[in-house]
């Protein structure tokens, strides 16, 4: 019955998080970043070929993924895309990451994963980028797999091919090794307490081997991918070059203490509070009890400093960079979940103890519970929303009928070409891929004035008031935009609308 009891538990912990990840995926408009990772799908998908970019964009492992997901569902060029296979491909890995803490069942009990795994279902922030089409969340996942491989002990030599998906996945990957060989010297000193020089020889006897094995293979199944199967090796040199040459974009430049106050600070924006508080006093106390409580393992006691000891370097380093978004601190946070279920095993085992841990059930995962469903759905694109960092205008989602019923009003005349005039114009060029005579400038440019349709984030006021009527619509919640429709088409599709 126990056995039962458990199974059930973590089939309702899959169920859920699974619902807070699929439900209703499309939904929500095509972010800027996803519609650059669906552009790269797609020249993967028309040309067969994948050639990585060292200065922009990130590693190969999303747009393989995505490949293969768009050819699923039977799309197979950049006009026939859509939003929800690609959006499959992380919601799915998000999903898949619930199951993880099964791996340390044995090792850390069925109380403190069951736990980590509500945790990690419910989280506002994981929930919300496991619905986009971004790298960070194949970064967890890889992630959480090379720590378990870890935590195993006896057999590392597979987190070698967890941590070459890290590297295919994305470049920071190596801001998660330097988390974890600091923390690991920080419990080994821990635990330790003042380790003698026969300790350290001990110690570096004991890890060096597998670390080379694990090196090797991570770097085996990396260069795999970004020499697009080993036939393009130029990809090896460019995934290293990349630390030298990438070019952040700008207006990402946050305070020092950004993170923090993402994460740890209630806030109230569009009449609801947002914080995940509660989580960070659940992974503070296991963090505590670690030094505290006389029962608890070994194993137990070094894998919740090691956790804690990771997020605070993760955090740390990130929060020293000045380029930030929040996606950046999904490992991180996917630590502290951890951490949280860990506070379970400080809960002594006494016939009351049922009613505390469902307690802090309650307490942990129902705001978490309530803000995904917020942030995923009435406020999955809107600025009051912390998680929607620079979200798309929901205006975007009807531009296709809209250009659809102009065109229709003038069918003897093609719509196109069309020009897209500015800087920083992603998602744009998604929503017009079924116009494949769409060129994109940074700035206007002779005999403007002759296109059917511009699209302009700078003011072509005085290029095109003579020849074509403005029209007002949204990019971005912060970028305003206007689009001018040549006089002839916008007075055939006003005509066309009179009674």
């Not at 070698?160 to 010297?185: D, H």
């Not at 106390?285 to 070094?302: C, K």
Request: net charge neutral; proline share 6%.
């Amino acid at each position: 019955m126990k056995s039962l009891f458990t199974i059930l538990c973590w089939l309702a912990i899959l169920v859920l998080g699974s619902w807070l990840r699929l439900d209703d995926l499309g939904s929500r408009p095509f972010h800027a970043d996803e519609a650059t990772g669906a552009k790269i799908t797609s020249m993967r998908l028309e040309s067969g070929n994948y050639v990585f970019d060292p200065k922009h964009y990130h590693g190969p492992i999303l747009s393989e993924l995505g490949e293969l997901a768009a050819r699923a569902a039977g799309e197979t060029r950049w006009a026939e895309l859509t939003k929800t296979p690609l959006r499959m491909v992380t919601a799915i890995t998000g999903c898949a990451i619930l199951l993880l803490p099964l791996l340390g069942r044995r090792r850390f009990g069925d109380l403190p994963m069951l736990l980590a795994s509500l945790t990690l279902a419910t989280s506002p922030i994981l929930v919300y980028y496991s619905r986009m089409y971004i790298h960070e969340i194949l970064l967890v996942f890889f992630g959480l797999l090379a720590l378990f491989q870890f935590a195993a002990h006896r057999r590392w030599w597979p987190a070698g091919i967890w941590i070459g998906l890290m590297f295919a996945t994305k470049e920071t990957f190596a801001i998660s090794l330097l988390a974890w060989g600091g923390a690991g010297l920080a419990v080994f000193l821990i635990d330790r307490a003042m380790p003698s020089r026969n300790d350290w020889l001990k110690a570096i006897r004991f890890i060096w081997k597998p670390l080379l094995v694990v090196g090797l293979i991570s770097l085996a199944v990396s260069m795999f991918f970004y020499t697009n199967y080993f036939t393009r090796w130029a990809g090896a040199v460019d995934a290293f070059r990349t630390y030298f040459v990438y070019d952040t974009v700008d207006g990402h430049d946050k305070a020092l203490g950004y993170y923090a106050e993402l994460l740890l600070w209630p806030k109230q924006n569009g009449g609801l509070w947002w914080f995940e508080t509660s989580l960070v006093l659940a992974a503070l106390a296991a963090v505590i009890g670690s030094f505290t409580s006389p029962t608890l393992a070994r194993s137990t006691r070094n894998a919740i400093r090691f956790l804690a000891a990771s997020a605070l370097l993760h955090l740390l380093i990130y929060s020293l960079i000045a380029y930030k978004t929040p996606w950046l601190m999904l490992l991180p946070w996917a630590h502290v979940c951890l951490l949280a279920g860990f506070a379970v095993t400080l809960v002594p085992h006494r016939p009351r103890a049922s009613a505390l841990i469902a307690a802090a059930v309650v307490i942990l995962t129902i705001p978490q519970f309530l803000q995904s469903r917020h942030a995923t759905g009435r406020y999955a694109s809107d600025e009051r929303n912390p998680y929607a960092y620079v979200p798309t205008s929901g205006d975007l989602e009807t531009l296709g009928p809209w250009l659809d019923d102009i065109a229709a009003a003038s069918p003897e005349k093609p719509l196109q070409p069309i020009a897209i005039v500015g800087r920083g114009v992603w998602p744009l060029p998604w929503y017009l891929r079924e116009h494949p005579q769409t060129g994109v400038w940074q700035e206007g440019f002779e005999n403007i004035e002759r296109l059917p349709v511009v699209f302009a984030l700078d003011d072509l006021t005085e290029s095109l008031i003579a020849t074509h009527v403005p029209v007002p619509r949204g990019l971005r919640t912060d970028t305003p935009m206007y689009v001018w429709v040549r006089h002839d088409f916008w007075d055939a599709s006003v005509n066309t609308d009179e009674p």
